[in-house]
């Protein structure tokens, strides 16, 4: 059992000796307020006139409202501190809900820079692809006109072939008629004859075995050979012309028409 705590107080003008469980401190601020309700009641008009039953009713009747009135603020203040408490329960939930989908947020905006990271990888391999492609495609571009180019040159080099081709054509048929002239009506070895023969069939195999050759490398570039066809045809004519014991007046003039042929054919197909 606590014991009681005694103490006396000055009430209206008296001393009284007060006990409680209550500390001295508390018990001297009860007596200071009853003696401010007293002070603040006779300071009341016509309050002193009344008798002491009267005044000392009154007096508690005051005390009794301060009470009452007490009461209401302090419950008021549980009503507010009830809401309060609400309401930080609701922000509470609210708040651990917001965190929640931060979180997700937080998430999704990691997925997100993962998959723009993917899509970077993606797009710089493909960058690197079409660079690579292009490369390609500018080495087979440098390629193709070298091809061309090696073309062109190719159709030259079997042109200036045919055109020494025929001049040599043309002089071994005038040479070989000047001779038969010079020699007059003395007879040709047979033997001498078959081996210029086998000679110039040889030289003429040769000279078709590298014209074909070269026909066969470029055929898409060349086409036909019509300048070697004419130089075929030129010494075939000087040939059968020499054969036939032509003058060498006739026998040039049917080099030259030869060889016109020739060049027309060349410059036909220019």
Excluded: C
């Amino acid at each position: 059992m606590d014991s009681k705590n005694y103490t006396q107080v000055l009430i209206d003008g008296k001393i009284y000796t007060l006990g409680g469980i209550e500390e001295e401190a508390y018990l001297q601020k009860a007596a200071s307020y009853v003696n401010d309700k007293n002070a603040q009641m006779r300071r009341l008009p016509g309050f002193t006139k009344q008798n002491a039953d009267y005044q000392m009713v009154m007096t508690e009747l005051n005390i009794a409202d301060d009470y009452f009135k007490a009461m209401e603020w302090g419950e008021g203040m549980e009503r507010q501190k009830n809401d309060m408490e609400k309401e930080t329960y609701s922000l509470k939930h609210e708040l651990v809900s917001t965190q929640m989908k931060l979180e997700a947020v937080l998430k999704d905006l990691e997925e997100r820079q993962k998959e723009l990271d993917r899509f970077t990888r993606t797009i710089a391999q493909m960058e690197g692809e079409l660079k690579e492609v292009r490369e390609e495609y500018e080495a087979l571009k440098s390629s193709r006109e070298e091809g061309e180019l090696s073309q062109v040159r190719m159709v030259s080099d079997v042109k200036t072939v045919s055109e020494a081709e025929l001049v040599e054509t043309v002089e071994a048929v005038t040479q070989a008629a000047k001779t038969a002239d010079a020699g007059g009506a003395e007879m040709p070895d047979p033997a001498q004859e078959d081996r210029m023969r086998e000679q110039e069939a040889q030289g003429q195999a040769a000279r078709e075995q590298r014209a074909q050759d070269t026909t066969d490398k470029r055929e898409s570039s060349s086409g036909s050979r019509p300048e070697q066809t004419g130089a075929a045809e030129a010494a075939a004519t000087l040939q059968t012309a020499q054969t036939a014991g032509i003058s060498d007046e006739e026998l040039a003039k049917r080099a030259l028409q030869a060889a016109k042929k020739a060049n027309s054919h060349r410059g036909g197909r220019r």
